[in-house]
């Protein structure tokens, strides 16, 4: 198996509002996209939105579920002062602030916000490397 991620499906609950929330965060809509799944483009690999009811039935398994997930998603800025900007920005789109913009143990400043549906995202800025 080649070490690539190609696709990152999110489960959600009201389509039209995720395609909303995420297009309104800049993230440009692919012409793929139709009514039944929305397809985002990101550097190097497309986020999904897709009907959680349905995503639970295509894997197999019962769509309730709440809490913790045990995954989150990360972007990373180039600056220390963007990650509080992402935050906001996030919060204005209708996502919720979880942890605020503070520095962290590793060196660097970060904080997370949950999208509509609870997907947890960290916004980081890292002075060690930087991810593309």
């Known amino acids: 198996m080649e070490a690539r991620l190609s696709l990152i499906t999110l489960g959600v609950e009201d389509l039209a509002r995720a395609r909303s ?4 965060l800049g993230f440009p ?11 985002l483009q990101l550097n190097g690999l497309w986020l999904s939105l897709y ?4 995503l639970a039935e295509d894997v197999g398994c019962a769509p309730q579920g709440a809490g913790f997930r045990g995954i ?9 002062e963007e ?14 602030l979880v942890k605020p913009a ?3 143990f590793w060196g660097g400043h970060s904080g997370y916000f949950a999208d509509p549906d609870g997907h ?3 916004v980081a800025w890292n002075p060690h490397f930087w991810i593309e």
């Open 72 to 80: 989150t998603l990360a972007h990373n800025v180039r600056t220390k």
């Open 83 to 96: 990650v509080a900007r992402v935050l906001t920005q996030a919060e204005a789109a209708g996502g919720r």
């Open 102 to 104: 503070q520095d962290v």
């Open 51 to 54: 009907p959680r009811t349905a």
């Open 120 to 122: 947890l995202w960290e």
């Open 21 to 24: 929330f995420y297009t309104t």
């Open 29 to 39: 809509l692919r012409p793929e996209s139709t009514n039944t799944v929305v397809f």
